[in-house]
């Protein structure tokens, strides 16, 4: 429905595939939607259901997140990891008092479902992908709806509700969770400025929402570049462990009982340090190129880490995520090769070179020592 829109334009590979990447003009459709103007298609992405009166016990027993007293409404986001602590799924996580409903990136619910079905056991649990029924449709809250209404604010989305509750999901990227940890230095974190939401509508609906105005994916990668929010289908490969990322601090719970993973996410973050660190990096435009994800970020001539997404800013100019080796220089200038072009790239520190080890242990006199 919304490719039909005058001006849109496809995206034409990447997890955006198959929905509008702009409407003829992203530097101003990232204005509209970062002041709660405007919705972008997210119709593409994953969507499961989970119903049974065991689902949230189930949910927490095999994710990092706190979700066995979730309550109707609220929301959540929670990983699921491998036994060594990489990252396998990134879950965005509502329960409307009768089913949770779990948000996931496009080409990711075939395998989500399986797993989860593999786990079920003699759990009274049922687990369905429901996006034949319903769509996302993303939004950020304005100024004037602060507080997250979760029938779509001034925009009046027809909002599911299927068991009475809005099925809004309010992204927690916007504070540190109770049981998690900010590795960025809170002072400089963009965090306030991020109100987003995604709203799950009936597929039957959409065409009633022709009239809202609309932003593509580049608007919207672009202001989440920017708030340094991870993401699982570009900041995660198959290395990625949840403290490379900050991502402690809204899907991780440090307290909670045992689940897959948690040995390696506690004794990271108690006594080691991640192997890598997520960067923002402020890219040199006089030669108006943007490095690619993938793109290699290298310190004087030697490659250090690659670029996992980029885009062009309506206020900082061209921008980049990218992971980075832990010990890389934090004041240095880096150099991305793009188009042929070796771009200057300055780093924003998100996780920092000493993140971890915060448990205070002292250290035992060597044998002998006096």
């Known amino acids: 429905m919304f490719l039909t829109r005058d001006g849109a334009v496809a995206g034409s590979g990447g997890p955006d595939a198959g929905v509008a990447a702009h409407y003829g003009n992203p530097i101003a459709e990232q204005r509209t939607l970062a002041a709660g103007k405007a919705i972008v298609d997210l119709s593409h992405r994953g969507i499961l259901s989970v119903t049974g009166a065991d689902r949230l016990g189930w949910l927490d027993s095999v994710t990092s997140q706190a979700l066995a007293k979730l309550a109707p409404g609220e929301s959540a986001e929670a990983l699921l990891l491998d036994p060594t602590g990489r990252i396998e799924h990134v879950l965005r996580v509502v329960d409307d008092g009768t089913t949770a409903w779990l948000l996931v ?204 997404s980029s885009a062009i800013h309506h206020e900082f100019g061209p921008i980049a995520l990218a992971v980075v080796k832990r010990n890389t220089d934090p004041q240095a200038t880096l150099t991305v090769e793009a188009e042929g072009v070796t771009v200057a790239a300055a780093q924003e520190v998100i996780v920092p070179v000493d993140a971890g080890a915060t448990a205070n242990v002292p250290r035992m006199p060597r044998l002998g020592a006096r």
């Open 105 to 308: 990136e496009a080409g990711e619910a075939a395998g989500l479902l399986a797993w989860l079905e593999s786990m079920r056991f003699m759990m009274r649990v049922e687990v369905a992908d429901r996006a034949g029924e319903f769509a996302v449709v993303g939004w950020f809250a304005d100024a004037a709806d602060a507080m997250g209404d979760a029938t779509g604010g001034g925009l009046a989305l027809p909002v599911a509700a299927p068991n009475g509750i809005p099925l809004t999901w309010v992204d927690p990227w916007g504070s540190v969770t109770a049981g998690g940890h900010q590795y960025a230095d809170d002072g400089t974190h963009p965090y306030g400025d991020w109100s987003w939401r995604e709203s799950l509508v009936e597929r039957a609906a959409l065409a009633g929402l022709s009239g809202l105005p609309a932003a593509g994916t580049m608007a919207l990668e672009a202001l989440r570049i920017a708030a340094w929010r991870p993401r699982f289908a570009t900041e995660v490969d198959e290395r990625s462990i949840p403290h490379e990322l900050d991502w402690l601090r809204s899907a991780v719970h440090l307290a909670k009982g045992c689940y897959r993973g948690q040995e390696t996410v506690a004794k990271v973050h108690n006594l080691g340090h991640p192997p890598r660190r997520l960067v923002m990096l402020h890219l040199d435009g006089s030669d108006a190129v943007l490095p690619p994800a993938g793109a290699e970020v290298a310190l004087d001539g030697r490659v250090v880490g690659r670029i996992t």
